[in-house]
Structures are given as structure tokens and as C-alpha cells.
């Protein structure tokens, strides 16, 4: 085979586009040891090829995983169709609770009457009711507090924890890349030192 042909079969090969019958002269013609410089890490590809026809067998269990998978992937979906449509009606629902709910209170209930016969007295302890809520008010404030900074603490976490997270994805997807270029050019030693 002249180096011309071998150079087209073997860009071919690696482009994944080549048949079955390339493939096989391409392995002849690497059993040969007399093969051109620079063909040594094909030489030992094809190689390997030979002497691994073996497919190994799937585990016992592989189909009842993939099924269990399969299960698994389909009830999250039964639970998120359920959710999208269940919120909805549960929302109506109190929607219309508070609608019942502020007309008994409003529109039924009878009317106040009145406590005070002095409107002096009624000034004085409408004034003295709204102090205490007042009061109650800013109590209840002054202890909401700390959940406001802890709302901003953990949101700056997320953020420091999210930037780590792009940082190691970056780092994770050069070392798959570096990897699968090992894995592509890997040369045995042991095989180098048999031969």
C-alpha cells in the first residue's frame, strides 16, 4: 500500500467515516513490521484491535437498571405534570376562601355600635389602642431583622459557591478533552516491551 492510500484510509478512519473492508486492509497491513515512520502508534492501535475481538457481556442486571431508570424518570414526570396542574386549583381554592371569608366579614356581620358615649373617651382610647400596635409593630420588625441579613449572607454564599461551580466545570471539561486525547494516543508499555 503506497503511503498516499495509507494516509487516506487513516484520516478516514479516525473521522469515523471509513468501511468495514478499509478497516480490515488496514489491519493487514499494520500486522506487517515493516511499516513507514511516524504509522508507530496506529501500528500498535490495530494491533490491539486484533488481539481484543472479544465484546464483553452486559452485567446480569444491566436491563433491570436501565428499567429502574426508566421508572424512575417517569414518576418525577407523573409529579411534576400532578404539581403543574394541582397548584393551580389549590390557588383558586383559597383564592375563593378569602373571597368568602371578607364578605362574611365585611358584608354580613352587623354593624359595630357604638361603646363610648363620649367621643373624648373614644378619642382617647382609639389613640391608646393604636400606640399598642404601633408599639407591637416595630417589635415585630425590630426581630425580622437578623432573617434580613441572613438572606443576604446566604445569597452571597450561592454566589461564591456558583463561581466555584463554573470554575470546576471549566477545569472538569479540559481534563475530559486531555483524557479523551490519552485515551485516543495511549501506547501500552508492556505490549512495546513484548514486541
Same mark, same amino acid.
Given at each position: ?6 494516509? /487516506?484510509?487513516?484520516?478516514k478512519y479516525?473521522? =469515523?467515516v471509513s &468501511?468495514e473492508e ?14 513507514p515512520?511516524g ?6 492501535i ?6 481484543? &475481538?472479544e ?5 446480569i ?7 429502574? +431508570?426508566i421508572d ?7 409529579s411534576?405534570?400532578m404539581?403543574k ?5 389549590l390557588?383558586a381554592?383559597? +383564592?375563593? !376562601?378569602i !373571597? =368568602? +371569608? ?7 356581620r ?7 358615649t ?7 382610647e382609639?389613640?391608646?389602642?393604636? /400606640?399598642?400596635v404601633?408599639?407591637?409593630m416595630?417589635?415585630g420588625?425590630?426581630v425580622?431583622?437578623p ?6 449572607? &446566604?445569597? %452571597? ?6 463561581k466555584? &461551580?463554573?470554575?470546576?466545570? %471549566? ?5 475530559e478533552?486531555?483524557n479523551k ?5 495511549h ?8 514486541k
Amino acid at each position: 500500500m503506497k503511503e498516499e492510500e495509507l494516509k /487516506r484510509l487513516i484520516e478516514k478512519y479516525y473521522n =469515523g467515516v471509513s &468501511t468495514e473492508e478499509e478497516e480490515s486492509s488496514l489491519r493487514d497491513y499494520f500486522r506487517k513490521n515493516n511499516i513507514p515512520e511516524g504509522y508507530e502508534a496506529e501500528k500498535v492501535i490495530f494491533g490491539y484491535f486484533d488481539e481484543s &475481538t472479544e465484546v464483553p457481556e452486559p452485567s446480569i442486571d444491566f436491563e433491570a437498571r436501565i428499567l429502574a +431508570g426508566i421508572d424512575a424518570s417517569e414518576s418525577k414526570r407523573r409529579s411534576r405534570t400532578m404539581k403543574k396542574y394541582l397548584l393551580p386549583i389549590l390557588s383558586a381554592a383559597a +383564592g375563593l !376562601l378569602i !373571597l =368568602g +371569608g371578607s364578605y362574611f366579614y365585611f358584608i354580613v356581620r352587623a354593624e359595630p355600635r357604638d361603646t363610648f358615649t363620649d367621643p373624648e373617651i373614644a378619642y382617647a382610647e382609639t389613640i391608646k389602642i393604636l /400606640r399598642e400596635v404601633s408599639s407591637q409593630m416595630n417589635r415585630g420588625t425590630q426581630v425580622l431583622e437578623p432573617v434580613g441579613k441572613i438572606n443576604k449572607v &446566604t445569597k %452571597k454564599s450561592f454566589e461564591t459557591i456558583n463561581k466555584s &461551580t463554573r470554575i470546576v466545570e %471549566k477545569n472538569l471539561k479540559n481534563l475530559e478533552l486531555l483524557n479523551k486525547a490519552i485515551e485516543i494516543t495511549h501506547v501500552p508499555v508492556e505490549k512495546n516491551i513484548n514486541k
